[in-house]
């Protein structure tokens, strides 16, 4: 790992700019969904009771996971388009892979391809499909060590 990387527990300190990763990450990527239904406090509402992991670069804040840890579920995973491509997200799977155990599973969004592209690189196999239209995604699985 990039020594640059550093991956650490949740801190409430640290929360008004995660919401505004979260905020800005999901207007970026999820250019086809309705903007006007972000919300700043969207991440407080969607990591609630979840595991959260914050990645730093450089001691900025650059991503962060958060786990849903009784079903082993990634509901999130969000790195700034700044530090994208430097291995923080495989860094904060890796953590999270630590607290979890296997398998890990998540969902990812069909229309979301680059992120589906990161997730096949890091081991992480198809399972099934559902969903309608914009909001069909893919269930994947990881039951191996991330290299």
Known sequence: MDNKIKI????????????????????????????SAFDLLDFDAQTREEYILT??????????????????FVHHLFIDQTF???????????CAVNKTGFPVKLKCLQKNSEAI????KTGFVQKGIGGIGDDSFILFELNQEIE
């Open 117 to 120: 592209a990161f997730y096949k």
């Open 8 to 35: 650490i527990g949740f801190r409430e300190s640290d929360r008004d700019v995660l919401r505004e990763l979260f905020l800005k990450v999901r207007k970026s990527t999820f250019v086809w969904k309705d903007q």
């Open 55 to 72: 990645a730093l670069y450089d001691e900025k804040i650059a991503g962060f996971i958060s786990i849903w840890v009784p079903d082993n």
């Open 84 to 94: 994208q491509k430097l291995g923080i997200g495989k860094a904060l799977l890796k």
